[in-house]
């Protein structure tokens, strides 16, 4: 990717109705979660994260309604929970904003904002970001996307919140689904000035830069080949639809997950109705 400033992804956001009764699935899942945040009034907003290594998992959820979180209360209207945007990380949110307006892009922000973190061993620090956004309406398959600079990783990626009893460490793909997966792949493309890959299926696969976690775009009916037997309610036709999440021993994921899990080969899964409408897939890396 030639974005200067735009360094892949960053983390995934789950968008949930009820964002305690979340929390509590996921750590069924055997998730480490952060303490509940709360964001500033004009967001309205509280979330839990998920840390690997060196991206993350946001459930995220409104606690009053604003003009701000209106695009999300609109997502789980209309289709409930789950992955609503995807965030990259950017190492300077001012001169990442540019680099999309020299694209022809009308970015939005920067933003600057910051929320309390209440802290594992008791105690409250503070978590600061600055963020833009590509234009509401550049949504590749209906997926939103904005970039996130850290400015206090040290209460962020705190080392307690990223050991999980499943084994996770990281993110290794966002799964996408849409009718048209090269169409929207070349969507994705001209948003972060990328490149592209098809695989014999026919989904198209977008890196996100350096080592961080791919896009890939896939029929839901060839998903639905992928993960035999898996129900894949929730799943739209069109969006955010998965994450593949590496482990160090998926034996030990089998075990910390438990009824919720299907093994199928070296991958074991957790349908969509199991975890917030994500289609959650575990491979040992």
Known sequence: MSLQYVIGIDHAVVMV???????????????????????????????YTIMFGQDYIELLGI?????????????LAERGDGIERIAFTTTDAAK??????????????????????????????????SVFQWPLQEAPAGLRIFACQHHTRDTVWIPELQRHANGA??????????????????HLLRLIDGEQFSEPDGSVVVPSGSDRAEFAFVARDVLAQHYPGVALDGVPERGGAGLIIAVNDLAASEQAIGAAGVKIGDRLVVP???????LLVFVAR
């Open 17 to 47: 109705g009820d964002l305690d009764a979340a929390a509590a699935n996921w750590q069924r899942l055997g998730f480490t979660l952060s303490p509940r945040g709360t964001h500033s009034p004009a967001l309205g907003s509280g979330n």
């Open 63 to 75: 606690l009053a309604p604003t003009e701000h979180n209106a695009p999300s209360r609109a997502f």
């Open 96 to 129: 990442g904003a540019d680099e999309l307006r020299d694209l022809g892009l009308d970015a939005v922000g920067p933003i600057d904002f910051g929320r309390p973190v209440p802290l594992p061993g008791g105690g409250e620090g503070e978590a600061r970001f």
């Open 169 to 186: 460490t990281g993110l290794v793909r966002v799964i996408v689904t849409a009718p048209r997966p090269e169409s929207d792949a070349r």
């Open 272 to 278: 969509p109705r199991a975890a917030n409408g994500v």
